[in-house]
């Protein structure tokens, strides 16, 4: 069946790294999404990935790797601002878009 | 000017009650939806319109009745609703259908309160 795993919540350091994980299994698929949504505020999209590797956009990188079904947003130079739910989505073989239930990142001073 | 408002931003009503949330883009985007997201899960599809036509309806409980009447415009008419229908609605435009390589663009959403 259709699954977008992420953990629900982490917790970094003002300045410090972080990474989140997701993994999906899906029917097909033609590309993974990242959204960041602070709290009642819109999603925003981060970043978009189809192939395999890592994109990278400032402070923010995202990786894939199709075979294992999995990537990960990665966030340098933490700021009190990062602070916020990131959101995977996975889009199949028929378009359909499959979202994950987001992480809540807290940064901490 | 923000590109996808959503009215009213807060919604309080009765299960007997009959409400509408409106959404607007100002993108020039052919593609609108409607999302539901509740705390802790993934947002579900529930409506896409394309070009004005509506393309999915994800099994969504006739009580939500979806209405575009042009391309920068989406309602969602909502009529004796359940508490477990509280949630937030988010609008999103894309410029087509096909999700592949098209962003989404959401609106801030609507906080809805069933009472």
């Known amino acids: 069946g259709q699954n977008i795993d992420q953990p629900t919540e982490m917790t970094a350091t003002e300045g410090a790294i972080v990474q989140i994980n997701c993994t999906y299994q899906t029917s097909g698929f033609n590309g993974l999404f990242w959204y960041q949504q602070h709290a009642g505020e819109a999603p925003t999209f981060l970043s978009y990935n189809v192939l395999d590797g890592l994109e990278e956009k400032g402070r923010f990188s995202s990786f894939l790797s199709r075979s294992k079904g999995y990537s990960y947003l990665l966030l340098k130079e933490l700021q009190m601002k990062d602070s916020a739910s990131y959101l995977c989505a996975v889009t199949e073989s028929n378009y359909q878009l499959i979202w994950g239930a987001g992480t809540k990142l807290i940064i901490k001073p | 000017e923000t590109g996808v408002t959503q009215t009213p931003r807060h919604l309080v009503m009765g299960m007997t009650n009959k409400k509408s949330l409106k959404c607007e883009q100002h993108?020039?985007?052919?593609?609108m939806y409607w999302y539901k997201q509740s705390a802790k899960k993934p947002l579900e599809l529930m409506f896409v319109?394309?070009?004005?036509?509506?393309?999915e309806n994800n099994s969504v409980p006739s009580r939500f009745s979806p209405e575009c009447p042009n391309s920068s415009h989406l309602f969602l008419h909502l009529h004796t609703l359940q508490p477990e229908d509280s949630a937030l609605y988010l609008c999103?435009?894309?410029?087509?259908?096909?999700?592949?390589?098209?962003?989404?663009?959401f609106g801030e959403g609507s906080r809805l309160t069933v009472l």
């Open positions: 319109y394309n070009f004005k036509e509506q393309t």
């Open positions: 993108l020039g985007h052919n593609a």
């Open positions: 999103a435009s894309s410029q087509d259908r096909d999700q592949n390589t098209g962003e989404l663009f």
